[in-house]
């Protein structure tokens, strides 16, 4: 099959399959008794244009040094030769006898060989320019491999002058192919390495200069400056080889995370394959420096290695690697010991190198088995986040009775599992209510699953249980959000005072008592503070983030970076520390700290963003009120660090309550909106300064009355800034409506006797009474009699009736299921004055009749192609209505992400009607219809996403 991946193959194939669709309906069209037309002129107008690709190609041919563009590009263009003359001879055939079979035939085959053939060229050529970058890339990767043998300044000097170059060349053909690719992700993971790159080539120089200048100064603090140096190797090194692998990329799949097994696997495997060289290089030298990148290339080659076998799907590729990676651990210690003690040239340690050298080709060939397979198996594994998590399990629930191979109660008792680890860092009565629904969701899965292991998934008493799990799945997702809301307004509060705290430390004078305790005392505060919020980023992206993708990712990404980098900032506060007369380690420091603090406040930012803004400023809130009441009972006490202590933490709250209000207003081109929040925030943040001054006086004679109510009076007013801050975000984000309400139940199917006997019914609970708080949201609650306009009933749309003649879709039938799963998130809106949402319910039929078309459950290549026409067209209407949307929408954030998705969908509308030509031209033979799947499912994913982001305006 074709692929796309660059916009010169798309513009290239694209006028080729519309061409080719036409002679398939020509010859479908004869098939029914109809005449051929006389083909001659176009014929002959394709032969032209097939003689000036071929001598052009051979003429690349015979001026490339490429070898493998040598050997692949010929056949390519032998068969499109073969093509253009299976045409031409078909042409001559059908003058003669416009209703020849033969002629027919040859004419069909023509047509795929031009279209495959053209494709297979254009592939060929493309891959050679890949291999042009990829040799700039390591030609750079070879230059970082010598940075162990720089040992002064001059050969500083040198390192950098001849790395420059060469590093400036491929950040030049990176950027210039990233523009040049059409699948948006490959574009950005490109952008975002080749960023890294850019951003630790100063740390790089700095770390080598760091290392000189310590190891001529007398040699304290020289391991950590290797450390930190090895370490910027290793993470530019892995930066460039994931460029490598990106580069290579052909396809993508919209349902395709990073975190997925199969995309894990495949880059340890990349590491692994560009680690190689270093550690061939480290195994053959005897004398080589113990510890040095060689030594850590093997190692990390393992490490990798274990990430693949954790992720095999079979027990044998698993055991396999893990077996022979023990072996290679074991070996690998045994030389590093034989070469500590100046043996490296003894015949047991050159047996043992040669020994290792042979057993780490043989796992790298266990690792490229194990991704091979992995990827062959095709296994659905349960999504990366509670609420991917949820929905698989709703779709479970919603037909138990159906085999999903155990998916759903997979996923219903993964969120389970979330639920009790959330739980576990919670106290008082949150933890009990959070682990009581996890138990109650546990208890009513089990319930159900041995109902679907005893073949009564489609009793009643099944869907009575499936209908309350989904509520109780619901109802935790909501309450693990809630907690996670509460734990990022705790944690982060603060993000610099530990890092400060590290620094005073690292350059406190020299003859100050207790300088050494003091320094290690903050720098494991400062480790335990980086870890603590990176684990709860990590907690909000695996479930308080939604399912939004690149949020969740950028995420685990940039915690992961928090978790590298503050090893190394301890590290180079280690050597400052040591070295505190040495300028390069402190201008080497700062660089590090300002590494970690970008990260950190892209972290912060990054997680505000995936926390709701009125739940936070409504947590902030009620940790203010705590704060106060400790406050209050440190004046009770006469204890003024608790005083200090805790009016600081309502401080640093209220100034959260600013940052986030701040990010809301920046993120608006409402003015109406825009200044509301700014008289909010002007006045809350008038009001911390005499609340801090008051708190500093009452510190200093915590029995004074008169100051405590100075400070009373002065923290009353923050707390009414922080009130009214959240009255006016309340105002602009009102509480979401459910967006996927329960379905009515089938009346025909429910017993009340099967409810008691299953322990399910209960009597409704008396209504919550009036609440009387003055600071209950402004806006009163709507008339209970007043019917909300959304969702409307199913039965308004002809589009709804229509797709209930298409039948359920088997696990065997991922496009019907893409279109089912599209459907049932547009039905929630009805399509009368509503031009997206008719649009997006005629992509879903359409995909719907794509699936039996593409399966050969009736149709005609002809519908083949028409359908896929109509989808691109369709999404088409979609892209250009959401566009409009886009413009009136005052949300950047909201605004930008839509466009996003809108440049996504016409790139895969073309995919899909070049891919639907290719597989109507294969005449009776099935084949496989793999990227169709893929394209169609794309499809799904940006043509929900579109519709989901325009009806949240």
């Given at each position: ?36 037309p ?35 590009m ?20 059908l ?98 390495s ?5 951003t ?9 200069k ?28 892995d ?10 990329l ?27 060289k ?34 095999c ?80 399990a709703?779709?479970?629930?919603q ?17 389970v ?8 860092s ?19 899965t ?76 903050k ?147 409402d ?50 800034g ?32 099967d ?30 009699s ?36 599209l ?46 026409k ?84």
């Amino acid at each position: 099959m074709p692929v796309f991946h660059t916009k010169t193959i798309e513009s290239i194939l694209e006028p080729v399959a519309q061409q080719v669709s036409k002679l398939v309906i020509l010859h479908e069209e004869a098939e029914d008794g109809n005449a051929m037309p006389d083909l001659a002129r176009p014929v002959q107008a394709v032969k032209l244009a097939v003689d000036n690709l071929v001598r052009v190609g051979r003429e690349t041919i015979s001026g490339s040094e490429d070898q493998i563009l040598k050997q692949d590009m010929p056949p390519a263009l032998d068969r499109v030769e073969e093509a253009s003359s299976l045409l031409l001879g078909a042409s001559q055939m059908l003058r003669g006898d416009p209703f020849s079979v033969p002629a027919r035939k040859k004419l069909i085959e023509g047509s795929r060989g031009i279209l495959q053939g053209t494709s297979a060229l254009l592939l060929a050529f493309d891959e050679s320019e890949v291999r042009k970058i990829i040799r700039i890339c390591k030609n750079v990767l070879e230059y970082l491999a010598i940075t162990e043998v720089v040992e002064n300044m001059e050969d500083l000097v040198t390192f950098v002058k001849n790395l420059s170059p060469i590093l400036t060349k491929m950040t030049k053909e990176v950027d210039a192919r990233e523009k040049e690719l059409t699948h948006q992700v490959h574009r950005e993971m490109l952008a975002r390495s080749l960023e890294q790159v850019k951003t630790l080539t100063p740390v790089l120089i700095s770390g080598i200069k760091i290392f000189i200048t310590t190891k001529q100064q007398g040699g304290r603090g020289t391991p950590q400056a290797q450390e930190n140096r090895d370490f910027v190797v290793r993470k530019m090194s892995d930066e460039i080889h994931e460029i490598i692998r990106v580069l290579q990329l052909t396809t993508y799949d919209e349902d395709e995370w990073e975190a997925d097994d199969l995309t894990v696997m495949k880059k340890a495997q990349s590491g692994i394959e560009g680690k190689m060289k270093r550690a061939a290089d480290w195994l053959l030298d005897p004398h080589a420096v113990m510890g040095g990148v060689g030594e850590k290339s093997v190692r990390h080659i393992l490490d990798d290695a274990m990430k693949v076998a954790e992720r095999c799907v079979s027990p044998r590729d698993r055991e396999d690697i893990t077996r022979m990676v023990d072996n290679i651990t074991s070996m690998v210690d045994g030389l590093a010991e034989l070469r500590a003690n100046d043996q490296g040239n003894s015949p047991q340690a050159v047996a043992l190198a040669r020994g290792i050298q042979q057993q780490l080709g043989q796992l790298q060939d266990l690792v490229k088995r194990a991704v091979a397979n992995n990827e062959r198996s095709e296994v659905v594994k349960p999504a990366h986040t509670v609420t991917g998590k949820v929905e698989q399990a709703r779709r479970w629930l919603q037909n138990p009775g159906m085999d999903d191979g155990g998916l759903g109660e997979e996923a219903s008792r993964l969120v389970v599992a979330e639920g009790r680890r959330i739980a576990a860092s919670l106290h008082g009565p949150e933890r009990g209510e959070l682990l009581h629904l996890c138990d109650e969701t546990e208890h009513l899965t089990n319930q159900l699953a041995d109902l679907c292991r005893k073949g009564m998934g489609n009793s009643p008493q099944a869907k009575a249980i499936a209908r309350n799990l989904a509520d109780k799945l619901r109802e935790l997702e909501n309450k693990i959000q809630s907690a996670l809301v509460n734990q990022v307004a705790d944690d982060f509060i603060d993000i610099a005072s530990p890092l400060k705290q590290l620094s005073d430390a690292a350059v406190a004078p020299i003859n100050m008592p207790g300088r050494d305790q003091n320094f290690d005392d903050k720098s494991r505060k400062f480790e335990s503070h980086a870890q603590k919020l990176a684990n709860t980023a990590k907690l909000v992206a695996a479930a308080g983030a939604g399912n939004n993708k690149k949020t969740v990712q950028a995420i685990d990404t940039t915690a992961q970076q928090i978790n590298d980098l503050t090893p190394q900032v301890v590290r180079a506060a280690t050597v400052l520390f040591m070295n505190p007369q040495n300028q390069a380690s402190a201008e080497h420091f700062e660089l590090m700290k300002k590494q970690w603090t970008d990260n950190m406040e892209k972290l912060r930012g990054l997680v505000d963003e995936a926390t709701d803004t009125v739940a936070f400023i409504k947590a902030a809130e009620e940790g203010i009120r705590r704060d106060t009441e400790r406050t209050e009972d440190a004046i009770k006490h006469g204890d003024a660090p608790g005083i200090v202590t805790n009016t600081s933490n309502i401080a640093r709250r209220a100034n959260r309550v600013l940052q986030v209000a701040q990010q809301e207003a920046d993120n608006s081109e409402d003015p109406g909106f825009v200044d509301r929040v700014g008289a909010a925030t002007e006045n809350l943040r008038s009001s911390i300064a005499p609340m801090v001054q008051n708190a500093k006086i009452l510190a200093s004679n915590p029995r004074d009355p008169t100051a405590a109510n100075n400070w009373r009076k002065a923290n009353n007013r923050l707390i009414d800034g922080v009130k009214d801050v959240r009255h006016v975000v309340e105002q602009e984000f009102p509480p979401p409506q459910d967006a996927f309400p329960v379905p009515p139940p089938d009346m025909s199917q429910l017993n009340l006797v099967d409810h008691i006997s299953a322990g399910l019914f209960t009597p409704p609970p008396p209504p919550a009474p009036p609440s009387y708080q003055q600071d209950a949201p402004p806006r009163p609650p709507l008339p209970t009699s007043t019917v909300p306009p959304r969702p409307p009933p199913p039965e308004t749309d002809d589009e709804d009736e229509t797709m209930m003649h298409f039948p359920m879709p088997q696990a065997n039938q991922p496009i019907m299921m893409a279109a089912h799963a599209l459907h049932r998130e547009v039905k929630q809106w009805s399509s009368k004055d509503n031009e997206i949402i008719a649009a997006a319910k005629r992509m879903a039929l359409l995909m719907a009749k794509l699936s039996q078309l593409v399966r050969g459950e009736g149709g005609s290549k002809k519908d083949l192609i028409a359908t896929a026409k109509k989808i691109a067209e369709a999404s088409e209407e979609v892209t250009k209505l959401a566009k409009l949307l886009a413009r009136e929408c005052t949300d950047k954030r909201m605004r930008t992400n839509l466009l996003q998705v809108c440049e996504r969908i016409p790139t895969i509308g073309t995919q899909l009607k070049i891919l639907s030509t290719v597989k109507a031209t294969m005449l009776g033979a099935q084949g496989k219809s793999k990227v169709i799947v893929i394209a169609t499912n794309n499809y799904w994913c940006l043509g929900n996403t579109s519709v989901m982001s325009c009806c949240c305006f």
